[in-house]
Structures are given as C-alpha cells and as structure tokens.
C-alpha cells in the first residue's frame, strides 16, 4: 500500500472501529531524547492513535507556540539531527500510518527528492510543511505524489474560498484545517466557527478533514468531531505532558492521555 | 502599474510562511500597489519625508576621513534623520500604509533598536498601537533605544529564545502576527521576510540613492566609484544600490559583519560567505545555516547586523556579478567608529562603521559614497566598553 492509501484506509478503520474522527497525535521526535520519542511514539498507538504526526525538531519553528518551540529546541540542544530524529517513525510505520511534520528548510536542505526519499525509507506516509504554502508547494507535491507519499496541505478559517479550492484540489491524505487563528498551543475554548470552517473546507475537498492547533481536551476533541472532524490532531497537551515527568514516566503518561482522547472520540450509542 | 509584485529575485525570495498569513501578504501587496499609485498617499509621505524627518539628508565630503582613506569619501548622512537613522524611511511608510488598511495595531521587531524607535515614532504621530519585539541581549546593549521607545508609548517585549538577539524577535513578531493578523500590521524593519516585503521596504528606502545619486552627480560632477553600505538585512544598502543598478561602472559593496572573524563561524555574514541558500523568516536567500538546514546563531558586535539572513534581492545581485559583499570585523568596526567620531566630529553607530572601514581597508578609488547609515549614540555604552574607556556606571 501507498502512503496515500495508507492514510485513507486508517481513517476508515477509525470509522467501522466505533470512532466517529481519526485521532492523530503529535510526537516531538527526539524529545526528552530519543529512545524516549520511541517509547511515547508506541504508547501512542498503544493507546489508540489512528495516525501519528511525527514533528521534527527545527530551530525557527514560525507556525509554533511556546510548548512546541521549547521542546524542539531543547531536541536540538540535546544533539537531535534530522536523520536519527526520521528514524523514530521506523518505531511504529508498520503499525499505524505516520505523517512527518517538517519545516521547509529542513527539506530544502538535504533536497526534496533525497528528503522524500528517507521518508520512503523510514516507513513515513505523508509529509506536512508548515511554511510551504500553495505557491511554494508544487516541486514538493511531485516528488511525494512520484513516491506515493501524500502532502497534507493546512487551510485558515481566513483562507478565502477560491484559494481553499485551490488547496482542497491538490490536498492528498487529509486536509489540514487550522482551528483558530494562531500558532499551536493550547487555547481554553473551542472556536465556535468551527463546524462553518470544517463545512467550508469539506466541500472543497476530496480527502478527509482533519482539525488541529488549540485543541488540548478530550471534550474540545468530542466537540470538533461532533462539528465534523474526520479526524483530530492533538499537539501542544501531549508535548508538555510529556515533558512534565521524568523522561522514564513519559511513556505512561502518554498513553494515558491518548486513551482519554480516544475514547472522547468513540460515537455515544456504539459500543463496541 | 501591474497588479502583482515580483515575487522573487531569480532564485530568491517567495513567500515560504504560514498558510494563515497568506491571506494578509495579498492585501498587503493590493493595499501597497494602489498606495504607489495614490497621488494624495505619495504627497502624505514626501511632505513628511521632508518635514518631520528631515530630508533630504546631505551628502558630506569628509575631508579628513578621505585623507586617511587616500581617496573622497562621501558619506550619505541617514544619521541626521530624524530618530537618527535610515529606518525612519521605511517605518514611517509602512505605518502610513496600516493606517490606509485600517489597521489599527502595530508590531515590530528590532536589533539595534533603530526600526523599533523608528516604528514607536511612527506610530505615535499616527495614532497607532504599537509593540516591539526585541532579543534580551539587545535590550541589554542598546539600553537607551528601549528607553526612547518606551517614551514614544511603545510595548517592548522581551524576547529570552535562542542567542536573544534579532533573529528571535523577528520570529517572535511573526509568531505574533499569524495570532492578531486580522488587526495588525508587521512593519518589518529590513528588507527581508516573505513577498511583498523585500520589495516594499526597497522602495522606501531607494530614497537615499536617489538622492545621493543627484547629490554626488552635483557636488563632484561624476558618478561614484563605489557605493558602499553595511548590510543586517539589507535595506539602507538596498535603497542605496538600487539607483546605481544600471551605472554599470559604479561598483556596489555590501558589508557584511565578520564579527569574530569569517573563519570562526561567529560572524553574521552569510553574504560573503556564500554556502547554500536556504528559507529563513519567509523566504529563500543566503542564510546561516547547518549541514541539516538548523538556522545558526549569528555574531557582531552590532546589533542591526547580528543576523544570520539577508534580503533575497541581495543574493540576486550577488549571483548576478552586479554587487559584492566583504564583511568586516568587531575590530576593525570599532576602529572606524573612533576614527570617525576623532577626524569628523560624527559619532556613527556601529553598523554604519563597518562600512566605514570597508572604505578605509580597500584604497584605490576614485570616490567612494559611503552610507552613515545611522547615528552612534545607541552604542555609547557598548563601545566604551569594548575599547577600554570608562563611561558612567550603569
Ligand atoms: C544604523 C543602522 N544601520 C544598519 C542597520 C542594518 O539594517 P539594514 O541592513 O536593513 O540596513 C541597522 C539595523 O538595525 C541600523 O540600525
């Protein structure tokens, strides 16, 4: 199977498993250290990812709040390269599908096609660049479509309709939809335009609609299924959990937070 | 007029950045394109040019300076605007041009403290939010900037990320702006960052080499062997160049910080250096970076040049053979500062000085235009400093 179809079929298994969205959590790779990374990277699919979003530590990450660019840079200050930091996908690629989150820089500097080519290699899936918006994607959409690795593009709830078209045509894998206006962070509440945003970009797009940035519980995680997620991206709640105990308890910690994500997704009525 | 700016300069540039922000970088440039075009907007900002700045600025033969040099040197005197340097130029536009989006908060980021002063003046006269962005060892060597700015109404934030220095406020800034993007305005303070940026702040800044090319042409008869200006991110020497473009026997010097020593790796000099290009703050250009593409901490004794980018449009001019870009030292820089502030009565800042001493180091001209691009007083402490001189305690 593809890395395309790879996504596709894990986030219908979320759906005939009882899950009414895909739940996809966000690993800092190399973060506490890492065999750590390892460990959380397999807690997660222990306790019930779908799909897992592999963030390779960067030095300037613009898209990022503070508990993402802590960590990254604390990766880096620990002697996290880009390589070792790819190969913790090799953990859990034959488990669940694993879409690596990269900045552009990072690609552009070891070249697209040999950057696309250790993601083949590690067992990765798909790829997103946060900075490599629409006008600047083509190049890297070619050479992951050549590979059958899918670039997951992000819309805004500000991203006009022509240009979410335009978005939503090439997306492969899922659509990345940016809850709230910001970088990633936790926020306290959930935005109320969310089911008009997931609406807009659905109807723009082939591939599943997946939502992410803001959401740091499991009622804000229900809440967006219930607006129409196919699938939800945890990240900011799960790097500080994992950074609030010693890196030996962090497995545990973990999974125990992705277990209550999971379950937060499983449709009321439906017990399996 | 065309209805879109270029994007790129050969190569370089582009719009690498959020896709949040994308909307607001397409209004930027329409705001900007029926700005150029508004008859009443230009006329606004020349009046305040002349007025509130202060411009033109004079061109000055420094005659003792030249004696040393063993050639005229010309210096284009930025440091007489208001606020004491070229920023004031761009800043001032682009807070024109918030105030015509109707935008109604102001963010920025500064180094040197120069575009931050610059930004809080600017919106003080307009009556516009504004909060500066700047690394904590800037606050801490450019003290009087970040009193200035707080006087002025401006919020200084602090920025503790990475080296503390520039280029984690402008991260810090733009971090800020994909969160308040609805309300505010960026006024990036060099001629770097995603398009229409690079573009925009070049042509508020080619005032000075208009200027100095009509100044030069009167007071020496001829144009300029060499123009010669220091490069942060590349806006006073952007606006410097660009007139001279297409005189193409004036040679155009861009002069980097070699900090330390190119050698060392503590420089801020990706210019000179020439390694593989690479997306730092928005777009593709020479940049400072690691085998693995990590951004590197840059190092000078300046702050305005204490960066490890440069504006795209400068790589283009590189790649082309029409500019070339040397660095200078921490030393070499303080020496020019001295001598200048002894033989001219002019106290420049620091940035400035490195071009200063490009010229002084590299005889055989005919006559050499020099941009001061900004005043001293800011360094004040940091200089005394350095070069051994007790100053008041702080
Ligand atoms: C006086 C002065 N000159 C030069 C610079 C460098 O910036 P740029 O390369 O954009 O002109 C600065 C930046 O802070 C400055 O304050």
Request: net charge negative; hydrophobic share 45%; glycine share 10%.
């Amino acid at each position: 199977m593809s890395g395309v179809e790879r996504i596709a079929a894990a986030f219908e298994a979320a759906r005939s498993d009882g899950r009414g969205a895909a739940l996809m959590p966000y690993l800092m790779s190399a973060y506490p250290d890492l065999d750590t990374s390892r460990e959380i990277a397999q807690a997660y699919v222990d306790g019930g990812a779908d799909l897992i979003e592999l963030g390779i530590p960067f030095s300037d990450p613009l898209a990022d709040g503070s508990v993402i660019h802590a960590a990254g840079v604390a990766a880096l200050n620990a002697g996290a390269h880009v390589y070792e930091s790819l190969q913790v996908a090799r953990t859990v690629s034959d488990q669940v599908p694993v879409v690596v989150m990269c900045y552009a820089n990072l690609v552009l500097a070891r070249g697209l096609e040999r950057f696309a080519d250790m993601l083949v290699e590690v067992g990765a899936s798909g790829l997103i660049v946060p900075d490599l918006p629409l006008e600047e994607a083509p190049a890297a959409l070619a050479a992951c479509d050549q590979r059958g690795l899918a670039l997951v593009p992000l819309v805004a709830p500000a991203t006009p309709d022509e240009r979410l078209h335009q978005i939503g045509a090439r997306a492969r894998g899922f659509l990345y939809t940016v809850s709230v206006t910001g970088t990633t962070g936790e926020r306290a509440v959930n935005d109320g335009a969310l089911p008009g945003v997931l609406a807009r970009a659905r109807a723009h797009t082939d591939v599943p609609v997946a939502v992410g940035f803001g959401i740091s519980t499991p009622e804000q995680a229900a809440a967006a299924m219930q607006a129409g997620a196919d699938g939800v991206i945890i990240g900011s709640r799960l790097v500080r959990a994992v950074g609030e105990v010693a890196p030996a308890d962090a497995p545990a910690q973990a999974r125990a937070l992705v277990e209550a994500f999971s379950g937060a997704l499983v449709v009321p009525g439906r017990d399996s | 007029m065309s209805t879109t700016l270029p994007h790129r300069f050969g190569p370089y540039g582009g719009q690498y950045v959020p896709e949040l922000l994308m909307p607001a970088l397409t209004e930027l440039e329409a705001a900007w394109i029926e700005a150029s075009e508004d008859a009443a907007f230009q006329a606004r900002l020349t009046s305040l040019l002349n007025d509130y700045v202060g411009r033109p600025s004079p061109l000055y033969l420094a005659e003792r300076l030249s004696e040393v040099a063993g050639h005229p040197v010309y210096l284009k005197r930025e440091d007489l605007n208001h606020t004491g340097a070229h920023k004031i130029n761009n800043a001032l536009g682009q807070a024109l041009l918030a105030k015509r989006m109707g935008k109604t908060r102001i963010i920025a980021e500064t180094g040197a403290g120069q575009h931050g002063v610059a930004s809080a003046t600017a919106c003080a006269l307009l009556d516009l939010e504004c909060v500066v962005y700047m690394g904590t060892e800037d606050i801490r060597r450019q003290r009087p900037n970040v009193q200035r700015m707080e006087l002025l109404g401006a919020t200084v934030v602090g920025v503790d990320a990475g080296a503390r220095t520039l280029k984690e406020a402008v991260s810090a800034a733009i971090r800020d702006w994909v969160t308040n993007v609805a309300d505010t305005h960026y006024i990036i303070g060099s001629a770097v960052g995603p398009a229409p940026y690079p573009v925009i702040v070049r042509e508020l800044q080619r005032i000075i080499g208009e200027e100095a090319r009509a100044q030069v042409l009167e007071k020496a008869g001829r144009l300029p062997e060499r123009v010669i200006a220091c490069v942060g991110g590349g806006s006073n020497s952007i606006g410097i160049f660009i007139p001279f473009v297409d005189d193409a026997d004036v040679q155009l010097i861009g002069v980097e910080a070699a900090g330390e020593g190119v050698e060392t790796g503590r420089h801020g000099a990706p210019l000179t250096v020439a390694g593989r290009a690479g997306v730092l703050h928005g777009s593709y250009s020479a940049i400072m970076q690691d085998e693995d593409g990590q951004i590197l901490e840059a190092h000078s004794i300046s702050a305005g040049l204490d960066y490890p980018g440069s504006g795209p449009e400068h790589a283009w001019l590189r790649d082309q053979g029409r500019a070339s870009y040397h660095a200078i030292t921490d030393q070499q820089a303080l020496d020019a500062f001295a001598l200048t502030a002894r033989l001219e009565g002019i106290i420049p800042a620091l940035e400035s000085s490195h071009a200063i001493a490009w010229t002084l180091a590299n005889p055989d001209s005919a006559i050499d235009v020099v941009c001061l691009s900004g005043r001293g007083d800011k360094d004040l402490a940091e200089v005394l400093d350095k070069l051994g001189i007790a100053g008041p305690a702080s």
